[in-house]
C-alpha cells in the first residue's frame, strides 16, 4: 500500500531533551516536507526536500532541522524542544514540485 | 494578513443538507485552488482542485473559484454524516499545495 508513515504517533517530552520523528514514503517520492497544524494557524511549512541531500526552510524553520540521506525518508529533530514547539506535525511527500501532496497520519507532539 | 483566510466553524448541518464552504485569497499569482479533507487524527488528503477561475464538480462535491473577487468555495450536495471533517482551502502554483487556510470543521447530523 502506497503510504506516508511517521513515528511516533504521539509523543510527551521535556523541555530541551532531543527528540527525532521520523518519516518515510513508499511511493518513490522526490518531494518531502515537514509542517506544523496549530489552531487557527492552519498548516504551516517547516522543511523541505526536492531530492536526496537537499533540503530547504520553509515558512516556520526555527527549532527545527532535517536530513534527506535517503530518499524515501526524511526525519525531523528537534535539538532542544521547548513548549512552543507543542503541535501536530505532519510529513507528506509528492513525486515532483507540481503534484499533489500525500500526507502521513500526523505526531502529536507535547512539549512539558 | 494570512494569504488563505477560512472561517473556522464548527459548521452542523442535517444529513442532506447543501453545505458551501468558503476562502479568501490574497496572492493573485496562484493558479491551483485544492481542497483537502481530514478526518479526525488522520493527516489531510486531496478532495480536489480547480486550475485557475470556474467550477469543478465530481460526483457530490463542486469546488468553484472566482479569480476577480479571490473567492474560493466548495459545496457538498446531498451531505451525508461520513463528510463530517476538517475541510482545508488550499492555493499554490501547482497542485502541490503552497499556502493552506486554517480549516472548516463540518458536522453532518443524521
Known amino acids: 500500500e502506497a503510504q506516508v508513515t511517521q513515528n511516533p504517533r504521539y509523543l510527551i517530552t521535556v523541555t530541551g531533551k532531543k527528540l527525532t520523528v521520523t518519516c518515510s514514503q513508499n511511493?518513490?517520492?522526490?518531494?518531502m516536507s515537514w509542517y506544523r497544524q496549530d489552531p487557527g494557524l492552519g498548516l504551516r511549512q517547516i522543511y523541505y526536500?526536492?531530492?536526496?541531500?537537499?533540503?530547504d526552510k520553509g515558512d516556520v524553520p526555527e527549532g527545527y532541522k532535517v536530513s534527506r540521506k535517503e530518499k524515501r525518508n526524511f526525519p525531523l529533530i528537534l535539538e532542544s524542544p521547548s513548549p512552543n514547539q507543542t503541535s501536530l506535525y505532519f510529513c507528506?511527500?509528492?513525486?515532483?514540485?507540481?503534484?499533489?501532496?500525500?500526507f502521513g497520519p500526523g505526531t502529536r507532539l507535547t512539549v512539558l | 494578513q494570512k494569504e488563505v483566510e477560512q472561517d473556522p466553524g464548527p459548521l452542523s448541518v442535517p444529513e442532506g443538507a447543501i453545505v458551501s464552504l468558503n476562502c479568501t485569497y490574497s496572492?493573485?499569482?496562484?493558479?491551483?485552488f485544492m481542497w483537502y479533507r481530514q478526518y479526525s487524527r488522520k493527516g489531510p488528503e486531496l478532495l480536489m482542485y480547480?486550475?485557475?477561475?470556474g467550477n469543478k464538480e465530481d460526483g457530490r462535491f463542486t469546488a468553484q473559484v472566482d479569480k476577480s473577487s479571490k473567492y474560493i468555495s466548495l459545496f457538498i450536495r446531498d451531505s451525508q454524516p461520513s463528510d463530517s471533517a476538517t475541510y482545508l482551502c488550499?492555493?499554490?502554483?501547482?497542485?502541490?499545495?503552497?499556502?493552506f487556510g486554517s480549516g472548516t470543521r463540518l458536522q453532518v447530523q443524521p
Open positions: 507528506a511527500s509528492s513525486p515532483d514540485l507540481d503534484n499533489e501532496q500525500f
Open positions: 511511493m518513490n517520492h522526490e518531494y
Open positions: 526536500s526536492m531530492n536526496v541531500e537537499v533540503t
Open positions: 496572492n493573485s499569482a496562484f493558479q491551483y
Open positions: 480547480t486550475y485557475s477561475s
Open positions: 488550499a492555493t499554490g502554483p501547482g497542485r502541490r499545495a503552497l499556502t
